[in-house]
């Protein structure tokens, strides 16, 4: 029904950036909240970053300063702008919607697959 697809990763040396997508398709009526997280091998998944229907956003203590929350309402888009990136920045870094399904209007949270970052020099 619904599918969300990140893009943007990559290997990027200690202090550059990248730009993450997630672009969200289906039968989509609304998409509320959406957020970033991240899973470093052998560790928990964790919040990046989450951004409201009214762009309102939230950032972990981590990453504030470094990373940007966007979203593009009409291209049914999150993305993650993240500066001065850091070795400790290696993850697999997920999106999360909350999406209002077309076909009955109920509201679900669904995950896209995943994204590899890497920061190495």
């Known amino acids: 029904q619904v599918q969300l697809v990140e893009s943007g990763g990559g290997l990027v040396q200690p202090g550059g950036s990248l730009r993450l997508s997630c672009a969200a398709s289906g039968s989509i009526f609304a998409i509320n909240a959406m957020r970033w997280y991240r899973q470093a091998p052998g560790k928990q998944r964790e919040l990046v970053a989450g951004?409201?229907?009214?762009?309102?956003?939230d950032y972990a203590d981590s990453v504030k300063g470094r990373f940007t929350i966007s979203r593009d309402n009409a291209k049914n888009t999150l993305y993650l702008q993240m500066n001065s990136l850091r070795p400790e920045d290696t993850a697999v870094y997920y999106c999360?919607?909350?999406?209002?399904?077309?076909?009955?209007?109920?509201?679900?949270?669904?995950w896209g697959q995943g994204t590899q970052v890497t920061v190495s020099s």
């Open positions: 999360n919607g909350f999406v209002v399904v077309g076909d009955d209007f109920r509201m679900r949270s669904y």
């Open positions: 951004i409201s229907s009214s762009n309102s956003t």
